[in-house]
């Protein structure tokens, strides 16, 4: 390793609003209801989709038990060796997950999501800045009081 300082450094910033009002109205607004005030401006977007730079929510995309995310490739998003990381995957995954399931949901009501992600060969291609956009729906399958798949 060479201590040269690094050049041609980028630098990346952005904004999220409190989300203090998003908060309180869970409490009043079912999941649909919630995603799609979300979707509308009336509520915050999440701060983790500010922080991966989600494009923003379309109220098309909820629908009950379903919910669409996207988000277009950019520098930011790369490991190492230049494709984007798993962890933006991931992330995506279990946004789509967990608001298809709170789609579903009344007014008031909570969930934590856990999923397994298990690729094909086949599907894990290198994704770079001139892919298209990630395209995540995730639609809720099985209902459960503690289970949703």
């Known amino acids: 390793m060479t201590d040269a ?3 041609n450094d980028r ?9 203090a009002p998003a908060l309180a109205a869970l ?5 649909l209801e919630f995603l799609r005030a979300i979707a509308r401006g009336d509520l915050p977007p999440s701060p983790v989709g500010m922080t991966l730079g989600m494009e923003p929510l379309r109220e098309e995309d909820f629908t009950e038990g379903r919910a669409v995310f996207r988000l277009k490739p950019q520098e930011f998003h790369y490991n190492p060796i230049g494709s984007v990381h798993g962890g933006v995957f ?3 995954l279990d ?3 967990a608001c298809a399931i ?5 007014a008031g009501v909570g969930y934590l999501t856990s999923f397994s ?3 094909h060969a086949g599907e894990c291609r290198p ?3 001139k892919s298209v956009p990630f395209l995540f729906p995730a639609q809720k399958a099985a209902p459960s009081r503690q289970i949703s798949s």
């Open 102 to 106: 709170h789609t579903t949901l009344p």
């Open 95 to 97: 946004s789509a997950l």
């Open 90 to 92: 991931a992330t995506l």
């Open 27 to 31: 409490r009043t607004l079912s999941g």
């Open 127 to 129: 994704r770079r800045l």
């Open 5 to 7: 300082p690094l050049t």
């Open 117 to 119: 992600f298990k690729p």
């Open 11 to 19: 630098q990346r910033t952005y904004t999220w609003a409190d989300t």
